[in-house]
């Protein structure tokens, strides 16, 4: 049983646009909500978080949203920036334990 | 330097053999944790330890043991490896003030 899903495996976006990475998840638990990217052979590098009873968090460019009626969360990358290409994981937290996505890879075209 | 060490970086070895993934960290953080990453998976938790008495199993602990030499160090053991552990293994750690887990840059581990 998938807790955490990201179902779109890949995303190509023009640089300069927006980047949204989404993700849902069913178990009403949860009470952190991380994004992770990830470059090739090397691990994820945390990225930004958000408490369940939050609803945005912003840093800098990158913002989370989190639809606790919907259990869905996103990652928005504004502008998106060719650096930006990667593998972006989100994780669902519960006490101890982390539930990881499958992982999006993002593509930012030049 | 890497606040979260892993080595070796690469593997390749024979089933049966034993191998044994080490882990360190500068970060000074209780918490500790091994998981597996496989192709089209997201990762999943083998091990983890809160403290260097308090080992606990993950979802996937069979084949695996662990050892909490120090604070600083973890180590994942594969007594006798067979192929369907080939994978890509990360550790983590992370403080019980934050949410945020810190990954080593991974052990690509084949077994042939």
């Known amino acids: 049983d998938q807790q955490v899903k990201q179902n779109s495996p890949s995303l190509s976006v023009q640089e300069g646009r927006i980047s949204i990475l989404n993700c849902d998840y069913t178990?009403?638990?949860?009470?952190?909500f991380l994004w992770y990217k990830k470059y090739p052979a090397e691990g994820p590098t945390f990225l930004i978080s958000?408490?369940?009873?939050?609803d945005k968090n912003e840093d800098g460019r990158f913002t989370v949203f989190l639809n606790k009626s919907a259990k869905h969360l996103s990652l928005h990358i504004v502008p998106s920036q060719p650096g930006d290409s990667a593998v972006y994981f989100c994780?669902?937290?519960?006490?101890?334990?982390?539930?990881f996505g499958t992982g999006t890879r993002l593509k930012v075209l030049a | 330097d890497a606040d979260v060490t892993q080595t070796p970086r690469n593997r390749i070895t024979k089933t049966g053999k034993r191998i044994m993934l080490e882990c360190s960290q500068t970060?000074?953080?209780?918490?500790m944790y091994w998981y597996r990453q496989d192709p089209g998976l997201g990762l999943r938790l083998i091990y983890y330890?809160?403290?260097?008495?308090?080992?606990n199993k993950g979802e996937i602990s069979d084949g695996y043991s662990v050892s909490r030499q120090a604070q600083a160090k973890f180590s994942l053991s594969l007594e006798s490896a067979i192929p369907n552990q080939t994978a890509l293994y990360f550790c983590?750690?992370?403080?019980?003030?934050?949410?945020?887990?810190?990954f080593g840059d991974g052990t690509r581990l084949s077994i042939l």
């Open positions: 330890s809160f403290d260097v008495k308090d080992i």
């Open positions: 994780a669902a937290k519960w006490a101890y334990k982390y539930i």
């Open positions: 970060k000074g953080h209780d918490r």
């Open positions: 178990n009403s638990m949860f009470d952190y």
């Open positions: 983590a750690t992370s403080d019980r003030a934050e949410a945020a887990q810190h």
């Open positions: 958000i408490s369940s009873i939050k």
